[in-house]
């Protein structure tokens, strides 16, 4: 796996679009909450602003359809903070504003164009991405397009792998460490390795929990948040209207056949929550998984449930963890993600966790020294560690083969040879 990086251009007073992951969590008031993903990406354009570049930052929040969805004016706050210089808030993505404010760039400065994702092709289209009216009309503008979103290389979204197609590219320095760090846990996990999945983004995670079963590469998955229920659905449980309707805007249900499939096949090796804590009126009230179905939303795994668990934390050699065991974000309900983490941080294991509220929660609790890597991904980090390819990543290696013989002349130049 190769891909050029910093080192390999020269940036000053180059004009360089750096995509970023700055999807973030938000709190109860719908506000952006700082994390690592803010705290690392601004490293990445500290340095190529200190380096002399015009720096235009792109990024998504949230998906169509959700509340996450926002505007990035926050962002560029919490940008500035901890860059310490100004990251000037642009409400566009490519319309004029857009082009003259990154035109007007002087040595250094620093943009944030507006989330990626109020553009409709960014999600939807699936092929000739460079043919999208965003690469088209930004690409011109611009000298080098540096992907630093390892967490959404996944993705095989316009901004991901667009503008890799017209522009010379290479990895800004997350991009580069995720790899460097997560290739080598991926390689041969020390043995018990086990699986912690939580959160709700069920798609990717159930693609992981598949490959990591067949390969025979995890010896342990323990289960909680949605994922959870939608294996408790899986094993003929009726987790109740209220929580069901939200597995089935999250479009959980459709994963339930392949749940219902692994359970049959791996029974031995996928643990299920054993108590709930539903929300009563705002309170943390728990209940054992055979007084279900309960008409009150399920936010969290119960004490129960983390006592089952904490043995196979214990044993494990290799743990993996990604996304919160319960409603992180909600007063009383964090409980299940708070107690697992201490677990895990007790563990001499060899641990790396991912998935934005996991790692904020790390963070919170001040556990990021004793875990080996916190990756800002969520489903590109497990996808990854299942062996599964980058399309964002893949665009970078195909266009550094292109570039190499660019470069050495380049190299050639510079030395008088
Ligand atoms: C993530 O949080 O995993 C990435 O930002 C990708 O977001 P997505 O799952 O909405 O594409």
Redesign the pocket.
């Known amino acids: 796996m190769h891909f050029l990086t910093i080192d390999d251009f020269d940036v000053n007073n180059k004009t360089i679009l750096v995509r970023t992951?700055l999807?973030s969590p938000m709190d109860e008031n719908n506000q952006i909450i700082d994390n690592i993903r803010l705290k690392r990406h601004s490293k990445t354009i500290k340095e190529l602003s200190d380096k002399g570049a015009k720096v235009v930052v792109m990024s998504?929040q949230g998906?169509a359809g959700d509340s996450d969805l926002t505007r990035l004016n926050k962002h560029a706050d919490l940008l500035s903070k901890h860059i310490g210089k100004n990251v000037k808030y642009i409400d566009d993505i490519f319309g004029t504003y857009a082009k003259e404010s990154i035109k007007s760039l002087k040595k250094g400065e620093i943009i944030l164009l507006e989330n990626i994702r109020f553009h409709s092709e960014e999600t939807q289209m699936k092929e000739n991405q460079h043919n999208s009216h965003v690469v088209k009309e930004l690409s011109p503008l611009i000298d080098y397009f540096v992907n630093d979103a390892f967490?959404?290389a996944h993705?095989a979204q316009v901004s991901l792998v667009g503008f890799s197609e017209v522009l010379p590219c290479f990895a800004g320095r997350v991009m580069q460490r995720e790899f460097e760090i997560l290739s080598k846990v991926s390689k041969k996990p020390d043995r018990p390795s086990l699986l912690a999945v939580g959160g709700s983004?069920i798609d990717d995670t159930m693609k992981v929990v598949k490959q990591l079963l067949k390969s025979e590469s995890c010896d342990k998955i323990i289960t909680s948040g949605l994922v959870g229920l939608v294996f408790l659905v899986a094993d003929g449980k009726d987790i109740g209207d209220s929580t069901y309707a939200t597995i089935v805007k999250k479009k959980a249900d459709l994963q339930i056949p392949l749940a219902k499939r692994l359970l049959e096949e791996y029974k031995d090796k996928i643990e299920l929550p054993v108590d709930l804590a539903i929300c009563v009126n705002g309170n943390r009230v728990e209940i054992p998984v055979e007084k279900l179905p309960t008409d009150f939303p399920i936010f969290d795994i119960g004490e129960k449930t983390i006592e089952k668990y904490a043995p196979f934390i214990k044993k494990a050699a290799t743990i993996i963890g990604n996304g919160p065991a319960g409603m992180f974000e909600k007063e009383g309900f964090d409980k299940g993600t708070k107690e697992l983490l201490k677990e895990i941080n007790k563990s001499n294991a060899y641990t790396v966790l991912g998935g934005?509220h996991l790692a904020l929660a790390a963070e919170q609790m001040g556990f990021l020294e004793k875990v080996a890597h916190v990756s800002t991904?969520?489903?590109?980090y497990i996808l990854y560690m299942a062996g599964e390819e980058l399309p964002a990543v893949n665009a970078l290696v195909n266009s550094a083969q292109n570039q190499t013989p660019l470069i050495m002349r380049l190299e050639e130049v510079k030395n008088g040879d």
């Not at 991904?377 to 590109?380: C, K, L």
């Open positions: 992951d999807n998504h998906r967490a959404a993705r983004k934005g991904g969520g489903g590109a």
